[in-house]
Nanobody, 123 residues
């Protein structure tokens, strides 16, 4: 079992930056690929970014490429999402997830989920 706890969300103005963190506890963190997803009101959960177990492979959805950066520190059992140049359409609850099927975008391929952290971007 892996427990994931997100932090770092909040209110930001358009163009600002936020850094989300997700800390894991339980089974060996460095064996899992990690993903960030988000869900806006009345919308389905969507993929944002993913990183493999070593950090050597990353994958982003097109809408965040060049603005968001996913990274991980296995020694700290943590994964991060640096979000720059935020836009109002980035407003959502952000979730981190852990899975052992590699760097993938489908939520169903992740086995463990955090409770989420709210990000609100004002124009």
């Amino acid at each position: 079992q892996v427990r994931l706890v997100e932090s770092g969300g909040g209110l930001a103005q358009a163009g600002a930056s936020l850094r989300l963190a997700c800390v894991a506890s339980g089974r060996t963190f460095n064996t899992y690929a990690m993903g960030w997803f988000r869900q806006a009101p009345e919308k389905e959960r969507e993929f944002v970014a993913a990183i493999n177990w070593s950090g050597s492979t990353v994958y982003y959805t097109d809408s965040v490429k060049g603005r968001f950066t996913i990274s991980r520190e296995n020694g700290e059992d943590a994964v991060y999402l640096q979000m720059n140049s935020l836009k109002p359409e980035d407003t959502a609850v952000y979730y981190c997830a852990a899975g052992n099927r590699g760097v993938v975008a489908r939520p169903g391929f992740y086995d463990y989920w955090g409770q989420g952290t709210q990000v609100t971007v004002s124009s």
